[in-house]
């Protein structure tokens, strides 16, 4: 798959989450370059299997939601979190939002798909791995 392919179907994955993103954002080809050199060190190879795109394509989605969260611009991209509010005080009437064990905040969520996202295909680059001289 190309390079251009392998944007697009970023793009796809991206929108299919939530995201609206700008047609020519320039964080995503530089996204989409440093996974698929991270994932040609992984497995030592010069050119990516197929059978590892969708590996390319869910890290590099994950790795641009990690670098949005990080610049505080997850709004520029559609993603609105509320915050939890944990206890509100007025005088003597205390009202507190608790959150059960089970239960996590929208943060929390994302924070789980982004780093699902990130490490996706992590157990299937030992298939495609090449030994060094």
């Known amino acids: 798959m190309k390079e251009q392919a392998l944007g697009e179907a970023v793009r796809e994955l991206l ?3 939530g ?3 700008q047609e020519d ?5 530089l996204i989409l370059g440093y996974v698929q050199t991270y994932v040609l060190n992984e497995i030592n190879g010069r050119e990516i299997p197929q059978e590892l795109h969708d ?4 890290r ?7 670098a949005k969260q ?3 611009q997850l709004e520029d991209i559609g993603l ?13 009437t205390n009202t507190v939002f608790a ?6 905040t929208p943060e929390q969520r994302l924070g789980q798909l982004i780093t699902g996202l990130c490490t996706a295909g992590q157990d299937q680059f030992a298939r495609f791995r090449k030994l060094r001289w």
């Open 15 to 17: 929108g299919a989450l």
């Open 60 to 66: 590099a989605a994950g790795e641009y939601l990690a």
């Open 25 to 29: 954002d320039p964080l995503l080809p």
């Open 99 to 104: 959150i059960g064990s089970g239960d996590s």
């Open 19 to 21: 995201v609206t993103m």
């Open 55 to 58: 590996t390319v394509i869910q």
């Open 80 to 92: 609105i979190l509320e915050q939890a509010v944990k206890q509100i005080q007025e005088g003597d």
């Open 70 to 72: 990080r610049m505080g």
